[in-house]
């Protein structure tokens, strides 16, 4: 019998605004880690700084709260360490496509098997409402002093661009769609992104539930024969434009669902058991590295080419 | 007889086969019992500029290198216009006489700057800006000249080993390196080891390179005749002996402490460090380790990352999920992971940092010595941020500073600060099983539950100030860089603040306490001699020499070197600073940041410095000159400017 | 339509080893890119001597759009460039030979 969402839940006040998108996203996080059966201290939220940072705080597990745009890096870091953790990094649109897309973008490079969540509301909330990097141009939120001048940013593009498998789009108030993307993203062996649309309602008074409301629908409700699986190049290929059209889909209409998804890459972790070959047995976290308090190796001889024997002149 | 003490230097441009040459040199030395000490001199470029290798060679490890040199290489007409008034008088010039009508303005790679002072210095003697000039000027200073017709040597090589010859960089110094250790006294046949040895593997490189050995030999022979005598053997014939530089000793340091987790992003000089680990990451258990944990082979992974940002906080997530982690970078690097020094201090993850220092500000001079990150190592980060910074005064401490560093951090979960420099970076020695002897290092990990119970709290407040560690996915829990509660749960109360400042401040005084206060400071040499030397970091081998120096010019002091700047061995360095008459700091650093330290903290002013600022290697000649000068007129400040 | 105009070929203006028939002079050598008495031939797969010459010598032709090696500035420059270089008594050929070998002489500088 799987735990009750009730049991990722913690004694930390929630302290978003009322109507605030991210209430949906815990939902939607700790159902799926529910349904998962996913043990509390096997689970490890690492998340950004931003409003959305303090998930971390609010779904039991073995987490993290680290700095603005680095929960992909650390992730990344408590993954390889302890590849057996389930391993979720999270943040908001200026978190992970602003101030940290360089680490957006690298993990895909690596296909890390973590899942990204970005909690995407277009607004930087903590700090009073400026616009995010998923904001459109020429739109004047009610915080700002004038239109935004920067173009938006397509994050599942640019994740698809980056190499990860795993590519979906939920909407926050949709808890029980958005949880299943979540948990398929857990579940895929790679590096997976769920975007989230989540109207932030004291800032973003353009974009709000009524906007994207309008717009949404769901791939697999609208387009019955949608399949983004690829498992091989011949499929990559054939699906390719159907797909792209999806990722590039966005006005007034946005397609919800999983968008890409890519079985046949190995990730990073299969790639470095290849080197050593014991890793996933002895993982950087969880090996000896002394016998009784001694290190475990000689350098004279596991460093033997630097060595001269001079006896041989 | 007095003790052999040699010392050259083989120049050329980058890529030219100077690397080989220098290794050649080392390891015939080496071969032939002798304990050696080589740095490499480039500048950040890829191919093209000058390039030098100095190599000193005695029966015990030299302490430093030092211009004049015995001999130099000189192969192209740049080497010849930077070194030729870099040698004694009676020692060799070893150069290639096809290149002596080079116009210095033809040589583009050269700096204007050396080509305006050599034009002047030329035109003052009335000869011309060619070549040729620095020869003759060599000649006048007593300087033995050796020229070699290196086309025509080249030329009988492609005859004798015909099609097979492709290296043509490393015939070339090969030929020029012999010449000039056979007329030193190094028996050709050693040479023709060394070379065997350098090129292992690759038969056909070894052929054709000690065939240009022979030649070189013949043609210096009869030319020049032999050598006045042959350099005697050293007394280190049949030891085991490992050759390797600074970079090389911390990678072998860090994994035989344990580390299971490297993440870096590529930087001079830091990335040779991380390069050389990554060859070895899956490594051979020593017969004991393997029996005891029944698994022959283990590993350590290495990441190269998309910047430092991604380098250090990968290392931090690997160590909060119970890997022994650490990053490796050098200034800019640095700069870059201050804002995740304060995290890991903040949310207590232990880390090192080994810091490659180069001349800066800003990129600087990526390729040369300087010592000018230390009060960026102590105040690096935001807020209050302590952290232990430990410096390296040469090879050995490198190697067991690495393993200490990982369990001072592990210990007492906290950021270490590990900082070296360009010089040991890329300087090689002879090092004897005695030295590195993985065996005489503890690995301690700290208190650690692997298996925490219910009620075990991240960040619980104890009197020593060390909340014990569990890591990542033991028990749900939470690490952050929020103010917190115990269990790590943000809060801003203004009691439990005062209470989590103050625990984190009794972690450091415990640290203090805990860390014995020879390692904190060494007061090496007489320790009721009236003067003493104070400085930190590589030029510790380079002031002991001074001392000996100094002691035979009828100067006696000591030196007190700072291996532990935080936390600041407050008692330790004031006992030995108030006990002399005179008191000297030696930095490579402009803000003199060590005398600044040793003011804040102690009260102490030091009132005279030595500094060098200019790039190249500290010497052991111009620190003894410098100190003269400054007994002899009380100068406040000497600035030191050997180097080429 | 455009049409395709030949490339501008001019010899290489006469300094006095021009007209000798030597590897320095030929299209199909390059120097050593540190040591330039000794070079590659591209002809024939091998290092000869600058001052050897055989049966295939063909002189360097300059073309303006196409890339040459200056040895004595130790860079790369365009065909156009080559006269003023060339005017400056400096040797420029075809490109450049390095050992194959030459990263083990190399070192991390930035």
Redesign the interface.
């Given at each position: 019998m799987a735990r009750s969402w009730m049991e990722y839940r913690?004694?930390?006040w929630v302290q978003w605004c009322p109507g605030c998108g991210n209430f949906g996203i815990l939902a939607a996080i700790q159902r799926a880690i529910s349904e998962l059966d996913i043990e509390?201290?096997?689970l490890?939220v690492?998340s950004g700084i931003g409003c959305s940072g303090r998930s971390?705080?609010y779904i039991?597990?073995?987490?993290?709260?680290?700095?603005h745009?680095?929960a992909i890096?650390?992730?990344?870091?408590?993954?390889?360490?302890?590849p057996?953790?389930t391993v979720i990094a999270l943040g908001g649109d200026g978190d992970m496509l602003g101030i940290g897309v360089?680490?957006f973008?690298?993990v895909g490079r690596r296909n890390i098997d973590i899942t990204v969540i970005v909690h995407d509301n277009a607004v930087y909330g903590l700090t009073k409402g400026q616009a995010g990097p998923t904001l459109p141009a020429w739109i004047q939120t009610k915080a700002l002093p004038g239109p935004n001048l920067h173009d938006n940013i397509n994050p599942v593009l640019l994740a698809f661009a980056s190499g990860y498998t795993f590519i979906a789009r939920g909407y926050a108030y949709h808890v029980e769609q958005t949880k299943e993307l979540i948990k398929q993203a857990i579940e895929h062996k790679g590096t997976s992104l769920v975007q989230i649309l989540q109207p932030c309602p004291t800032y973003n008074n353009i974009m709000t539930k009524q906007w994207y409301e309008e717009r949404i629908y769901y791939l697999n409700e609208e387009e019955p024969d949608w399949d983004p699986v690829v498992s091989t190049h011949d499929e990559y290929i054939a699906k390719m434009p159907r797909i792209l059209m999806k990722l590039v889909e966005w006005g007034d209409k946005i397609p919800l669902g999983v968008l890409y998804r890519n079985i046949a890459k190995d990730t990073f972790e299969e790639r470095?058991s290849k080197?050593?070959?014991?890793?996933y047995e002895?993982p950087?976290?969880?090996?000896?590295?002394?016998?009784?308090?001694?290190?475990?190796?000689?350098?004279?001889?596991?460093?033997k080419e630097?060595?001269?024997?001079?006896?041989?002149? | 007889m007095k003790e052999p003490d040699i010392l050259f230097l083989i120049g050329g441009p980058q890529g030219g086969g100077i690397e080989s040459a220098g290794q050649i040199a080392l390891k015939t030395l080496v071969l032939k019992g002798y304990s050696v000490l080589g740095t490499r001199d480039y500048k950040s470029n890829i191919m093209g500029a000058h390039s030098y290798y100095t190599i000193r060679a005695r029966f015990s490890r030299p302490g430093a290198i030092r211009f004049p040199v015995d001999a130099v290489v000189a192969l192209d007409a740049e080497s010849i216009l930077t070194h030729f008034t870099d040698v004694k008088p009676g020692g060799l010039f070893v150069y290639d006489s096809g290149v002596l009508k080079t116009k210095i303005d033809s040589i583009q790679p050269m700096e204007k700057a050396l080509k305006d002072r050599l034009k002047e210095l030329f035109a003052s003697k009335g000869l011309p800006p060619i070549t040729e000039s620095a020869i003759k000027i060599a000649e006048e200073n007593g300087v033995k000249l050796v020229p070699l017709p290196l086309r025509e040597l080249v030329r009988k090589l492609a005859e004798k080993t015909g099609a097979s010859l492709t290296s043509v960089s490393k015939a070339v110094n090969t030929m020029g390196l012999t010449a000039m250790m056979y007329l030193m006294g190094v028996e050709p046949r050693c040479v023709e080891k060394g070379i065997a040895l350098h090129f292992a593997a690759k038969k056909k490189v070894v052929n054709i390179n000690v065939e240009a050995a022979r030649l070189a030999v013949e043609y210096v022979e009869s030319n020049f005749g032999g050598p006045r005598e042959t350099l005697p053997d050293g007394p280190h014939r049949g030891k085991k002996v490992m050759l390797a530089t600074g970079n090389d000793l911390v990678a072998m340091g860090k994994l035989a402490g344990g580390l299971t987790f490297q993440s870096y992003y590529p930087i001079t000089p830091a990335s040779d460090e991380a390069i050389y680990m990554e060859r070895f990451r899956y490594y051979e258990l020593s017969n004991d380790a393997r029996e005891k944990l029944g698994v022959p082979k283990l590993g350590t992974v290495i990441v190269q990352t998309e910047d430092e940002l991604s380098a250090i906080m990968m290392a931090l997530g690997a160590a909060a999920a119970g890997a022994r982690a650490s990053t490796s970078t050098s200034g800019p690097g640095f700069a870059l992971m201050n804002e995740a020094i304060s995290l890991a201090i903040m949310a207590e993850i232990p880390v090192v940092l080994t810091i490659w220092m180069r001349g800066g500000p800003s990129t600087g001079l990526p390729t040369k010595e300087g010592q000018q990150d230390l009060l960026h190592a102590m105040f690096s980060g935001h807020g209050d941020n302590p952290k232990i910074v430990l410096a390296s005064g040469d090879h050995v401490e490198a190697f067991y500073d690495a393993i200490k560093a990982l369990n001072w951090a592990e210990k007492y979960q906290t950021p270490v600060v590990h900082l070296l420099d360009k010089y040991l970076a890329s300087t090689t020695t002879s090092l004897y099983p005695d030295e590195i002897d993985s065996s005489k290092a503890t690995i301690e990990r700290g208190v650690r539950v692997d298996d925490p119970s219910e009620d075990y709290k991240r960040y619980a407040i104890t009197e020593n100030g060390i909340s014990p560690f569990a890591p990542i996915g033991a028990k749900d829990m939470i690490l952050t860089g929020l103010e917190h509660t115990e269990e790590g749960f943000p809060t801003e109360d203004p009691v439990i603040r005062d209470e989590m400042m103050a625990k984190r401040r009794r972690k450091f005084e415990t640290i203090a306490r805990e860390i014995p206060p020879e390692e904190k400071v060494v007061l090496h040499g007489d320790p009721d001699a009236k003067i003493t030397l104070v400085s930190w970091g590589s030029t510790k081998p380079i002031i002991l020499e001074a001392l000996k120096l100094l002691e035979e010019k009828g100067v006696k002091a000591n030196f007190l070197q700072i291996r532990v700047f935080y936390p600041f061995p407050v008692k330790e360095v004031l006992d030995v600073l108030t006990r002399a008459e005179t008191v000297i700091n030696i930095e490579q650093n402009d803000l003199l940041q060590a005398a600044f330290l040793i003011r804040g903290f102690t009260g102490f002013t030091i009132k005279h410095h030595i500094k060098k600022l200019n790039g190249r290697a500290l010497w052991d000649t111009e620190v003894v000159q410098a100190v003269l000068e400054i007994l002899e007129t009380g100068k406040e400040e000497v600035v030191v400017k050997g180097g080429a | 339509m455009v049409m395709n105009r030949p490339p501008e070929e001019r010899a290489m203006p006469g300094d006095d080893l021009n007209n000798e028939r030597s590897c320095r002079t030929c299209r199909y050598w390059r120097p050593h890119v540190h040591y330039t008495f000794i070079g590659y031939c591209s002809l024939h797969y091998r290092l000869t001597m600058e001052d050897y010459s055989c049966d295939s010598w063909e002189q360097i032709k300059i073309i303006d759009h196409e890339f040459y090696w200056c040895s004595t500035c130790k860079t790369r420059i365009m065909g156009v460039e080559a006269a003023i270089h060339l005017k400056e008594g400096h040797r420029v050929h075809k490109g450049a030979y390095i050992d194959p070998d030459v990263r083990e002489e190399l070192y991390s500088v930035f």
């Open positions: 913690t004694p930390a509390p201290k096997k490890t690492v971390c705080y039991k597990g073995s987490n993290m709260h680290v700095l745009g680095r890096p650390v992730a990344t870091g408590i993954k390889l360490a302890n057996s953790q360089e680490h973008v690298s470095l080197i050593i070959l014991n890793y002895y950087p976290g969880r090996r000896p590295i002394e016998v009784e308090g001694k290190p475990l190796i000689d350098p004279w001889t596991v460093f630097k060595v001269v024997e001079t006896q041989k002149i | - | -």
